[in-house]
């Protein structure tokens, strides 16, 4: 095994990059793959409450980075997704140390298929950290015109930054959208189109009251072929 690694990136804050990050990494378990997500954010976290995590958080990425602890002591297995794996962000501080990113991430390849690196919003040094040692990107954008245009200057950096290249994860899309309304969102990003995820009416009080994904929804399906999507597999686009 040698973890392909991608980063969730977003540029607009709340746009969907941690739910993704989770679920997307629970689909790919149900896969078979072994997955670890990484939530590089300061002060703000969430995906150990996706992942129902919360109450096993001892150390965080930033005790990772600075070389506080060995990786495999901030490493909690998610209870929701048998095969999902976290380390949570720190709920403090400015800055990571995210100089010695690649060097924690070469330490943990061999024991992945996936690595997905939930990075804050912007293009600070966490989502420049994490550029750096991508293999791909997940550009979770809903269909606002802020989040979109936020969306295009993210792909614009990443194109002439790195060699990482954005595919792009609509979120929160209504069921009426049409195929049209999305080929605007397309257009304006100018990134290809790898999964629309549907806006979900249940989702949030799923979270608050730490149940797992109805795996029976619309929500699940698109993350589902989303993941199969990023394992190679053909799967037609259609809105989910
Ligand atoms: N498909 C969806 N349907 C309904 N609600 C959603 C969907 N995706 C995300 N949300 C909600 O939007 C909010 C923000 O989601 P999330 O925390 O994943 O965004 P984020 O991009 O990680 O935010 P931040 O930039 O603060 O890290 C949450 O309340 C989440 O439940
Ligand atoms: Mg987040």
Redesign the pocket.
């Known amino acids: 095994m040698s973890a392909e690694v991608w980063m969730v990136a977003?540029g607009k804050?709340?746009?969907?990059?941690?739910?993704?990050a989770v679920f997307c990494a629970a689909a790919l378990a149900e896969r078979g793959k072994q997955v670890l997500v990484i939530e590089l954010?300061c002060g703000?976290r969430?995906v150990d409450l996706?992942a129902g995590v919360a109450e096993q958080v001892v150390f965080d990425i930033e005790d990772v980075l600075s070389g506080w602890c060995p990786p495999q002591k901030a490493i909690c297995q998610s209870p929701f997704y048998p095969g999902v794996s976290i380390i949570a962000a720190p709920y403090s501080g400015q800055q990571l140390h995210i100089d010695t990113l690649g060097e924690v991430l070469d330490s943990l390849k061999d024991c992945y298929d996936f690595i997905l690196l939930?990075v804050?919003?912007g293009m600070g040094q966490a989502f420049q950290g994490a550029a750096t040692v991508s293999t791909g990107a997940l550009l979770?954008l809903t269909a606002d015109p802020v989040a979109l245009r936020d969306g295009r200057l993210v792909s614009e950096w990443l194109y002439n930054n790195s060699s990482v290249v954005p595919r792009l994860v609509l979120?929160?899309i209504s069921l009426t959208a049409t195929t049209m309304d999305l080929d605007v969102c397309i257009d304006t990003v100018a990134a290809q189109l790898i999964a629309v995820?549907?806006?979900?009416?249940q989702?949030?009080q799923t979270?608050l009251e730490q149940k797992t994904v109805n795996k029976q929804s619309r929500?699940w399906l698109a993350y589902s072929n989303l993941a199969g999507r990023i394992c190679k597999e053909d799967i037609p686009l259609l809105m989910e």
């Open positions: 977003s804050g709340g746009t969907g990059k941690s739910t993704t954010d703000l969430s996706l939930d804050a919003a979770v979120n929160r995820i549907p806006e979900s009416p989702l949030q979270v929500l």
